[in-house]
């Protein structure tokens, strides 16, 4: 049995960067229905006991979809705080100066990734095989890490991310995303 893991905060801890209610429907009815749609699926098959990683590597199709937006969204919402530390360590940092020039630049560059994909999916901050940080597009339920890479950070932009609080200003969700990006949680993804 899949299970939905427990927010790392209260529902309203994230406000006014991300209300209350978007995390009443964001995660409380789409991850939720993710993680019960994979019980149905993988129920009496290879991935009924299957871990998550293995299923976003291995599966195809509705699991698959399901699977990953189960990982994907847990990934997500465990990134957030209400006391977010605003900037990375000094380990994480020197990758991001050496790699996108600053914080700033990275975040520049992640924001036109965020903003720009057309659709639904995720924009990620990644670690390579080759040890390089870059920023990549997944579509729909997407994961960075059938391309051998390493995840570090997500911004969901499906559109049930962020229409109750803005609408279709999707830039204007990216923004708020930054105040409760929490960079310690990032640090120990490194
Ligand atoms: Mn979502």
Redesign the pocket.
Known sequence: MFELPKLPYPQDALEPFISSKTLEF?YGK??QTYVTNLNNLTKGTEFENADLETIVKKATGPVFNNGA?VW??TF?FEAFSATAQKTPSKTLGQLIDRDFESLEKFKEKFNTAATTLFGSGWAWLVLKADGKLDIVQTSNAGNPMLDGHKPLLTC?V?E??YYIDVKNRRPDYIKNFWEILDWKVIDQRL
């Open positions: 964001h789409h991850h937006q994907n969204h997500y969901d499906w049930h991310a």
